[in-house]
Nanobody, 121 residues
Framework: VRLVESGGGSVQAGGSLRLSCAVS????????MGWFRQAPGKEREGVVNIRSGTPQGYADSVKGRFTASRDNAKNTLYLQMNSLKPEDTATYYC????????????????WGQGTQVTVSS
């Protein structure tokens, strides 16, 4: 099992980024996945919970700004991030997780290596 994130970078507030997570060793079609992030000095937090390829719930802090999607042909997960704010600065991780309704890092079985997102004001 391998998860490889890409697409991070530096952007000004109000800008957009699209993160990608290429997975191998399993197919996304029926997988339960999640996007998480960790800011310096803070605990890792869930961003979006994805069950059977469909986003089930977003963190309140990103609702209306972030959208998760997937490309089955490429076996790749995406996170479109719009209207970025400085408080979105963090390392973003995609993860395969147990199929729960929650966004707890404790449910994760496999992590990617992370990609850094920095938003300047």
């Amino acid at each position: 099992v391998r998860l490889v994130e890409s697409g991070g970078g530096s952007v000004q507030a109000g800008g957009s980024l699209r993160l990608s997570c290429a997975v191998s060793g399993f197919t996304l079609t029926f997988a339960c996945m999640g996007w998480f992030r960790q800011a310096p000095g803070k605990e890792r937090e869930g961003v979006v919970n994805i069950r059977s390829g469909t986003p089930q719930g977003y963190a309140d802090s990103v609702k209306g700004r972030f959208t998760a999607s997937r490309d089955n042909a490429k076996n790749t997960l995406y996170l479109q991030m719009n209207s970025l704010k400085p408080e979105d600065t963090a390392t973003y991780y995609c993860a395969r997780k147990r199929c729960t309704s929650g966004l707890s890092a404790a449910d994760v079985t496999d992590w990617g290596q992370g990609t850094q997102v920095t938003v300047s004001s």
